[in-house]
């Protein structure tokens, strides 16, 4: 089992996972898709839940919002079971992967009237909430559009609303981007900084590395049912970074490249590569007085440390 | 739960006047294939027919069929598209029970289904040239029936939670339908009198046609019935689909179709 993480705000707990388990029969095979998946989510803390097809990812999710009940282990939203507190579910609003989570045939208005009362508002509390939302997320001139008229990104704009309209604490994201085009994705971004910034907690699933690094202050890899790897992002990606330095020079002559060859370090063309920082600057005094075009430290992405760590785990 | 039963009436009229088409398409068919059955059933009994009363019972009993058939499959069927259309999942995350949502959305669609019916039995009133009466005591047997409908109805969702794709036994169920709203139930004797009073939605159809057929008066022992049979029925739909909830969710069959 992976220890829990402090969280961003650290006051208020939102989310606690203990242990869940899910297997499933598929024809005489029982196949564990979920294993001892623990984690927690504090207010205010975006966490992107990471893991290539069939990870268990969405299983996972699905059994934090009540959709899929856990053979083994305990969810808890704000110290409630959605499992067995049905009123627990006001804290839980979620963007359902591949899903299209909206009723085609009705406005952004009306859909935010009707999920909002099916949620547990009031209608005239359910319509106001929906004309905040749908001003906040720039949506209020396709107010009456019918959802089928609205381009992907709208229609995305309009589930993350629905999602939001009864204020809940936790906020489940399947593949948010999933599908968008470049404007959309930094429109839905910045709305998942907003949100987790007015201290809700937010799960996020996502394939698209590049997003999970720029949004999520920890991710959790799950490969094979099991988290592989829980931690801070920047600090996940700090640990992965090392301590390689890149040093390119405008020409390199062969004598000086054989010598810092011989201190430690790895030549290619014009470009030096200094595996640890106390070599550093015992190389470049052995350029001096060399024209040097950059120094840089090379800096892992998640993509690197996802393949490396899923990879490595087969 | 009023809020929640407006919010669901709100959401089956706007759909229902943005795409008229298709309750205009339904009003048609239906009324059509009835004038067409009436105008074959003249033709074969020649110009000096009197339908009189036993006409009245016919529209009466055709116009049952459409409401219980609507009743019946709209729970199946909007699980069905939801699944589909990936809706699903979002109405299991209501702090409500699922049950309650689906019954709530059922009354509120019946509400508008009852619109269509009264345009389709006016039609074929102006059609036939017979025009019904409609005692107040027909609603207690129409709510008998109704109850058992929809507890078939729960039972049909239940099975579509499940398998998600419940055309065959719609239809299979469609033609059983017709014969437990037209057999004469209550003319059987012995074992099979108390078959009758077994089968969902008979025993209420039997007092319905008493009413209007034959112009009786209302059966109130019959009546008590029809009504701990429609109970019994809403109850069993009711079980099963808690059941088929808890059986989905375990299995994670929730979504997907």
Redesign the interface.
């Known amino acids: 089992m992976i220890s829990l993480g402090v969280g961003k705000m650290g006051d208020q707990q939102i989310l606690q996972v203990e242990g869940l388990e899910k297997s499933y029969r598929i024809k005489k095979d029982w196949i564990r898709a979920v294993r001892s998946v623990s984690l927690d989510l504090s207010a205010g803390e975006v966490l992107a839940f990471l893991g290539p097809n069939g990870a268990g990812k969405t299983t996972s999710i699905k059994m934090m919002a009540g959709l899929v009940r856990p053979d083994g282990g305990k969810v808890r939203i704000l110290g409630g079971d959605p499992h067995r507190e049905a009123p627990v579910l006001r804290h839980v609003g979620a963007v359902l992967e591949g899903n299209r989570n909206l009723y085609w045939r009705l406005t952004p208005e009306e859909n935010l009237e009707y999920f909002g009362v099916l949620r547990g508002l009031s209608r005239r509390v359910a319509r106001s909430r929906g004309r905040e939302l749908l001003d906040r997320f720039e949506l209020s001139h396709k107010r009456n559009a019918v959802v089928q008229q609205l381009s992907r990104g709208m229609q995305q704009k309009v589930a993350i609303a629905v999602a939001l309209v009864h204020d809940p604490k936790l906020i489940l994201l399947d593949e948010p981007t999933l599908g968008l085009d470049v404007e959309a994705t930094m429109v839905v971004k910045r709305l998942v900084r907003e949100i987790a910034a007015e201290g809700r907690g937010i799960i996020l699933t996502t394939h698209q590395l590049d997003v999970a690094e720029e949004l999520s202050d920890r991710v959790a890899i799950i490969n094979q049912g099991s988290i592989v790897r829980m931690a801070r992002t920047q600090d996940l990606i700090a640990a992965f970074s090392g301590g390689l330095y890149e040093v390119v020079m405008e020409d390199l002559p062969e004598a000086i490249a054989e010598k810092v060859v011989a201190l430690g370090a790895l030549v290619e063309g014009n470009t030096i590569r200094v595996p640890e920082t106390d070599l550093l600057y015992g190389v470049l005094d052995i350029v001096r007085p060399g024209v040097i075009l950059s120094v840089s430290r090379q800096q892992a992405n998640l993509t690197d440390i996802f393949l490396e760590l899923v990879q490595g785990d087969r | 739960m009023l ?2 039963f ?2 669901e009436l ?2 089956a009229w ?2 229902f006047r ?2 008229p088409g298709e309750a205009i398409g339904g009003i048609f068919i239906i009324t059509s294939v009835f004038y067409g059955l009436f105008l074959s059933a003249k033709y074969i009994a020649g110009p000096g027919l009197n339908f009189g009363d036993r006409l009245d019972a016919v529209i009466v009993g055709y116009g049952l069929w459409t409401l219980v058939t609507f009743v019946l499959f709209d729970i199946a069927g909007n699980l069905q598209s939801e699944a589909q ?3 699903l ?9 699922a049950s309650r ?1 689906f019954l709530l959305r059922a009354i509120a669609n019946l509400f508008v289904q009852m619109l269509l019916l009264s345009c389709i039995v006016t039609l074929i009133m102006t059609l036939t040239g017979r025009f019904l009466s409609f005692p107040i005591t027909l609603i207690l047997p129409l709510f008998a029936v109704l109850l058992g409908a929809y507890g078939l109805s729960f039972a049909m969702g239940a099975l579509s939670l499940l398998l998600k794709r419940v055309q065959q036994i719609i239809a299979i169920v469609q033609f059983t339908l017709l014969f437990l709203l037209t057999a004469p139930t209550e003319e059987w004797t012995g074992v099979g009198r108390i078959v009758g009073f077994l089968l969902p939605m008979s025993g209420g159809a039997g007092v319905l046609r008493d009413l209007m057929a034959r112009g009786g008066d209302l059966d109130w022992g019959r009546l008590g019935l029809a009504l701990l049979n429609g109970v019994v029925y809403f109850s069993l739909g009711l079980g099963l689909f808690g059941w088929a909830e ?1 059986y989905a ?4 069959k ?2 997907g179709y």
Do not use: D, H, M, N
């Open positions: 809020e929640q407006l919010a709100k959401r706007i759909q943005r795409y259309t990936g809706t999942e979002q109405l299991f995350l209501s702090p409500w029970r949502v808890r969710k375990r299995w994670g929730l979504s």
